[in-house]
């Protein structure tokens, strides 16, 4: 009876029956040798088809071997092991072939002279050119939603939180969900007949800037509303037993405790929208120049940027929209970590 | 520095739910007065009623009267932010404001409040941490983080912060129920000191806790889970450990019971 128990811890039973790290490999290495042998005698073909083959195969060979030698127990771990590592793998492939597609694709174009010029001035066949342009008209559309979107979507949620009762809470939070599906064509269509034709304001990165509100407000809120709760009650109590009233008590204790999550969340709304290109499509259009005057006529961006150079159909457009898609990523990284390090001295995961 | 409370007839409610019934008791000043009774008794809801932080939980409200000296602190025109200046408190899981400095944390009411003078920020800082009997623990590192300190350290943090602001009364609701023997004892030999200057009341699970450090003590009891809690009887801590005056009571602190 005590050995059967034995047996069953690691390092204590019997070694000689474990499939150690060798044998697997040993497995592996013999299964895509097989599945080679077959790839090449049989009609199956084809790179995606082997590699699914080999997964199949490798995940029978190892639940089976282990079965016959291990138990089922074991042999249930590997096949589920197995079957979570794959899991972990599709996930982070995609991410990480775009990531390093769009810096492989990216590199080619992105220069000094690239982030320095607009596209005025140029031929359908010249080379030069830049995305200058777009980067002004990103960072002013952005970080005029931004301005926005953060303070109001923060007050919503401390609203939320702190002071609504009853019903009114509801139906804001109602709001503010079905605002979360607002498709950002929608957004920009709202702005486009209320701001752009409605109020004969014309198209300009403002209009941008408001479409791009609509989007991140509910990411705020619900974000921020989530990282205020987390704040634990026993500081809000501590607070007002040193006699602070309940404004004092939000404002130097329960936000500085949750601004890290809050301003995760903020980036998060910022990455979304940046990169947003329908509702600018009716708010700020498409321009080839210059303008950093956010508040009136057509301005670029940089998924504007993209999405124009791509509909020109060009090997050196197809470039220009990949720097520019480069550029993309890495102003939403560096807006991130900035974010983070701005915050990073007042965590809640430093108790 | 210290005042003398009495309660009058105090009833709590939770929504609908009645917690507390009928609690009249006099607590006298520069003295420990320790409350004790079964889990649900009520005996931290009351504690509670008397800064007034009972009514920030959503549906809390309390009927009766707690006077301070003569004030009574639920009369008209009192403002509970007023009272909780007035009556500090230490909780029972030590709760340092994690996004604050040692320093920051022991100055936060005075500073909160108004007060920006560095001097006299500074000399509360190290008066109250002194008090606290932290200071020589603390003194190379006022400017680490609060959290970063032992549990003990945490609560005697907690408690120079709640005297920083040199209130009448110190309310502790199970200040060392989260903490090892050693600290314990340091916070219990605290609690003698402090009494010198604060009119204490501390909330105990720990029965030798209270004879150890409280010159009177409450039994809260109640009839049946679901009745509200209420006050048995208060008497001078010897007496309710040597030979109480109810039944109640003896078989409380006998162990027949609770």
């Known amino acids: 009876m005590s050995a059967t128990i034995l047996e069953q811890i690691p390092g204590l039973g019997d070694d000689t029956r474990r499939l150690h790290a060798p044998v ?43 079965f016959a030698l291990e138990g089922r127990r074991h042999a249930l771990d590997r096949l589920l092991s197995l079957g979570v590592h794959l899991a972990l793998l599709a996930a982070v492939v995609p991410l990480v072939s775009v990531l390093s597609y ?46 926005i979107a953060v303070p109001l979507g923060l007050l919503v949620a401390i609203y939320i939180t702190e002071y609504g009762t009853g019903w009114l809470v ?5 709001v503010i969900d079905v605002m979360t599906g607002i498709p950002s064509i929608v957004a920009g269509l709202f702005i486009f007949a209320f701001w752009v034709i409605g109020l004969h304001r014309g198209y300009s990165g403002l209009a941008a800037a408001f479409s791009l509100t609509i989007l991140m407000l509910p990411v705020v809120v619900r974000s921020s509303e989530e990282m205020i709760k987390l704040v634990p009650a026993e ?16 404002l130097r204790v329960v936000l500085p405790t949750a601004s890290a999550g809050i301003t995760t969340g903020a980036m998060l709304a910022v990455a979304r929208v940046t990169g947003e290109t329908a509702p600018l499509l009716l708010t700020s259009f498409i321009t080839p120049a210059t303008n950093t005057d956010p508040l009136s006529g057509k301005q670029a961006a940089i998924p504007t940027f993209i999405f124009s150079q791509i509909g020109l159909g060009r090997p050196v457009n197809y470039d220009r929209a990949w720097a520019a898609a480069l550029t993309l990523i890495a102003l939403v990284l560096v807006l991130y970590i900035s974010a983070r390090l701005l915050t990073r001295r007042n965590t809640l995961s430093r108790r | 520095m210290s005042k003398r409370i009495v309660a009058e007839d105090v009833n709590a409610y939770y929504g609908s739910a009645q917690a507390i019934a009928g609690v009249s008791l006099a607590i006298e000043p520069k003295s420990v007065t320790a409350l004790i009774g079964p889990s649900g008794c009520g005996k931290s809801t009351f504690l509670r009623t008397l800064n007034r932080l009972h009514e920030v939980i ?3 409200r309390v009927e009766g009267k707690v006077l301070l000296d003569s004030e009574d602190l639920y009369g008209p025109g009192i403002d509970a932010v007023a009272v909780r200046r ?53 003194k190379d590192r006022l400017g680490k983080p609060g959290a ?39 916070i219990e030999d605290l ?3 402090l009494k010198e200057r604060f009119t204490i009341v501390i909330v105990t699970h720990n029965m030798q806790q209270a004879a150890r450090v409280s010159d009177r003590t409450g039994f809260f009891s109640l009839e049946a889970t679901g009745e509200p809690g209420r006050l048995i009887e208060i008497d001078t801590t010897e007496k309710i450990f040597s030979n109480p005056s109810e039944k109640r009571t003896e078989d409380y602190i006998t162990g027949r019971f609770g």
């Open chain 1, 24 to 66: 697997r490999l040993a497995l592996l290495a013999l299964t895509v040798l097989v599945s080679l042998l077959l790839f090449a005698v049989t009609p199956l073909q084809g790179q995606a088809d082997f590699v699914v083959f080999v997964v199949v195969a490798f995940a029978v060979v190892q639940t089976a071997t282990s």
């Open chain 1, 102 to 147: 769009t810096v492989y694709k990216g590199v080619k174009k992105l220069d000094g002279q690239f982030l320095t010029h607009n596209l005025t001035g140029l031929g359908p066949l010249d080379t030069n050119g830049g995305e200058y342009h777009a980067i002004i008209g990103t960072l002013e559309q952005v970080l005029m939603a931004t301005a």
């Open chain 1, 170 to 174: 509801s139906a804001v939070r109602f």
């Open chain 1, 235 to 250: 500081l809000r109590e501590a607070s007002y037993a040193l006699g602070l009233p309940k404004w004092k008590t939000i």
């Open chain 2, 58 to 60: 959503p549906g809390a």
């Open chain 2, 86 to 138: 007035t009556i500090g408190m230490v909780f029972q899981r030590p709760n340092p404001f994690p996004t604050m400095s040692i320093r920051d944390n022991v100055a936060s009411g005075l500073r909160l409040n108004g007060i920006k003078n560095k001097q006299v920020l500074d000399e509360a800082v190290e008066r109250s941490l002194r008090g606290a009997n932290l200071w020589n623990e603390v």
């Open chain 2, 148 to 186: 970063g300190l032992s549990g003990g350290q945490q609560q005697r943090l907690c408690i120079a912060r709640a005297i920083a602001v040199e209130p009448q009364v110190l309310l502790m609701d199970e200040p060392c129920s989260a903490l090892d023997p050693i600290s314990t004892l340091a």
């Open chain 2, 191 to 193: 609690m003698t000191e």
